[in-house]
């Protein structure tokens, strides 16, 4: 596994607890709700580095996508 992908794996791993935590939402339910996000697309695609912003970051796109419906960088 490359750091690319190391760093996304931990991303992940640290979202889904915030999930699970936030919601009360077993870690399945977390994952399966992650993965089918835009925010997941736009983490695991390298053209975008978001895979080097901290989880916590991550996590806010995260929940303003699911506010809002779509992903919204800032100042945009």
Do not use: H, P, W
């Amino acid at each position: 596994m490359g750091k690319r992908e190391q760093l996304i794996e931990y991303i992940i791993q640290d979202i889904v607890v915030f999930l699970v935590e936030d919601n009360g939402i077993e870690y399945e339910e977390a994952m399966k709700e992650f993965y089918a996000s835009e925010t997941y697309l736009k983490l695991t695609d390298e053209e975008t580095g978001l895979y080097y912003e901290s989880a916590a970051y991550v996590y806010e796109l995260y929940k303003s996508e699911k506010q809002t419906g779509c992903l919204v960088k800032g100042g945009e």
